[in-house]
């Protein structure tokens, strides 16, 4: 029983990550895509569609490096919090911290 769930949620990981994989369209993908659409729906002009096309790729590059520097912070406060609960259990005794463990459960 336990192998069968085992492998189900590995299975589930694998699949998970493969289609995860598909979903990452580089910016000029995109652009193409969301501008392709625009000038379909919308009948855009040649010259609206090279400027919409110059915006979007700034647009989509700025969210994409901004996204970079969020996922950098976020690893940092991890990082901050993990060194934070090592040092108090420094200061700790065995006691302590296995009651502090008893608690979080």
Known sequence: MKKSILMLLLAALVFSASAQEKKQKSIEEKVQTKVSNMK???NLTDD???????ILTENYSALK????????LEKNVSKIKRQGKESVKAVLTEDQVAKMKKKKK
Do not use: G, P
Request: hydrophobic share 40%; charged share 40%.
């Open 65 to 72: 490096a901004e996204k970079a520097k969020i996922k950098a």
């Open 48 to 54: 609206q569609t090279k400027k919409i096309t110059v």
């Open 40 to 42: 379909t729906e919308l």
